[in-house]
């Protein structure tokens, strides 16, 4: 065998032992972070906060804390100019795995991190108010330089989880964003999770709950009707968050959503 060819082979060997090696450490490393028991403050404080995991029987209450480890894991959650504890760090997590909850292998493979701002913010990201200041944005899923990143304002996210039902939810509107992107496009179909033969009809109903909002006769957020991505991150915050007077007052966008996330609530 020529001696460069040989050389080469070595070196290709080398990396792949290597790149497997790391591998399975890391994967070593995961499972071990995931087994660490949960502790009973961070049990406390989802009790106190998170209406959703205090609906689950304890055996899906096990499930979620574990989805909460991997989160952990995978996920950085770090606090911009604002600083944060166990609680930040749960309700976000929390809005993560709600919308998935369903489905148990699905963890954002391309998020690696979560950015808490000290407040609302621009669309220059700028947080401190000036004179006719008039963007408040309290969440948004980053592209280009930010790609990877969510960004959600601290106080709007407290504000989700103060332990009473909500139609409004900063952090799971924009996890089911993401949810919606896996196909490559935020569309308000998120079609990882629905079935084609259930997309016209979506569609469809989508198209008629916002002339419903259009006309007042509707109590989903107005911004729903910017499009139709924001209208299934509206309307599924929520469904999440106040799901019996959503099904009261919206049986047939239950019904869907119910599809859509597998989830009876």
Request: charged share 25%.
């Amino acid at each position: 065998m020529d001696v460069k060819l040989f050389t080469l082979s070595t070196i290709v060997i080398a990396l792949i032992v290597g790149f497997w090696y790391k591998s399975k450490q890391r994967k070593k490393q995961l499972a071990k972070k995931i087994a660490t028991p949960f502790p009973e403050k961070w049990k406390i404080i989802l009790k106190g906060k998170v209406l959703f995991y205090n609906k689950l029987s304890e055996q899906d209450k096990a499930v979620f804390e574990k989805r909460i480890l991997l989160f952990f894991a995978t996920k950085k959650i770090i606090g911009v100019d604002v600083e944060i504890d166990e609680t930040i760090r749960l309700m976000v997590a929390a809005s993560a795995i709600i919308p998935v909850f369903a489905f148990p292998t699905f963890n954002y493979p391309h998020v690696r991190q979560v950015l808490i701002y000290p407040n609302s913010f621009d669309k220059k990201f700028q947080t401190k108010r000036y004179k006719g200041h008039q963007e408040f944005i309290s969440g948004m899923v980053g592209n280009r330089a930010l790609n990877g990143t969510v960004i959600l304002s601290k106080p709007d996210l407290i504000a989700a989880y103060d332990g009473t039902r909500h139609k409004n939810n900063v952090g799971i509107h924009e996890f089911v964003h993401l949810i919606d992107d896996e196909d490559g496009i935020i569309d308000g179909v998120p079609k990882q999770l629905m079935d084609n033969s259930y997309v016209g009809s979506w569609l469809h109903e989508i198209k008629a709950e916002m002339h419903r909002i259009e006309k007042g006769k509707s109590d989903i957020n107005p911004y729903a009707i910017t499009n139709n991505a924001e209208f299934l991150a509206v309307a599924s915050e929520y469904f999440f968050d106040n799901p019996e007077k959503f099904k009261k007052r919206h049986p047939k966008l239950y019904q869907y959503l119910s599809t859509i996330f597998h989830q009876k609530l």
